[in-house]
């Protein structure tokens, strides 16, 4: 399958900007998303970027795409103890015949101290 | 409300014994997928299907099976456990086939330990 890499943990002190990176292989992917897992529960739909895009923002959320070098990052800006959690990165590319997958990143796991 | 269940959500077993966790949308999703989240490795795409009838192998089948007769359940089998299926097990289900964006809806999570 297609890979995905992220960093395993990123520490910040509240009301710190975060910065999550993610880098991906396949250049067809068509969309790429960030999703939010808190602890014991299922994964939760952030944000996500069409990959003819470069940027995105969403209140305190802002995705930047650098499709040349295959580079996703999400942004929390003004990061509160609500936002520790594990991060997701994942790509959708087409598996032909008009499916397709996603593959997820192992996930960050965001520590915010207050 | 929009909701995708998984029973059971705890579920300890022995090597071999056959087990069924069920999976249930209620949003006529025609995209159902099955992933294992394992520490260290993230989630991982066991088996998907784009329709009913229609199942695909993601990145880890082995030792699965799915079925789809109906459009609302994705039941993921396993034969004959063993202990490294031990897992956390994430149904979820989304409505895209490709058109525009899809947000896909998780299921709660069913954590298997396989003795």
């Known amino acids: 399958g297609e890979d995905v890499e992220q960093s395993l943990f990123l520490s910040v002190r509240e009301g710190d900007s975060s910065v999550i990176n993610c880098t991906y292989t396949?250049?067809?992917?068509?969309?790429l998303y960030w999703y939010k897992q808190e602890p014991g529960a299922g994964l939760q739909l952030l944000t996500y970027?069409?990959?003819?895009?470069d940027m995105k923002q969403d209140q305190r959320l802002t995705v930047l795409l650098n499709k040349k070098d295959k580079h996703l990052s999400l942004r929390i800006a003004d990061t509160q103890t609500g936002d520790s959690a594990i991060y997701f990165c994942?790509?959708?590319f087409g598996s032909g015949a008009g499916s397709y997958q996603l593959t997820f990143g192992k996930g960050t796991k965001l520590s915010v101290i207050p | 409300e929009a909701q995708v269940t998984q029973n059971p959500r705890y579920l300890i077993t022995v090597t071999g014994k056959k087990l069924t966790v069920t999976c249930s949308q209620n949003?006529?999703?025609?995209?159902m997928s099955w992933y294992r989240q394992d520490p260290g490795l993230g989630l991982r795409q066991i088996y998907y299907?784009?329709?009913?009838?229609?199942?695909d192998k993601g990145d880890v089948p082995e030792g699965y099976k799915v079925s789809r007769k109906e459009k609302r359940n994705f039941p993921l089998i396993l034969e004959s456990p063993s202990p490294n299926q031990t897992s956390l097990y994430f149904c979820?289900?989304?409505?895209?086939?490709?058109?525009?964006?899809?947000?896909?809806?998780f299921g709660p999570g069913t954590r298997l330990t396989v003795l």
């Open positions: 979820a289900s989304s409505s895209d086939v490709g058109r525009s964006t899809d947000t896909q809806y």
């Open positions: 396949d250049s067809s992917s068509t969309y």
């Open positions: 970027i069409f990959s003819n895009m």
């Open positions: 994942a790509e959708k």
């Open positions: 949003m006529n999703h025609e995209y």
């Open positions: 299907s784009m329709n009913v009838e229609v199942t």
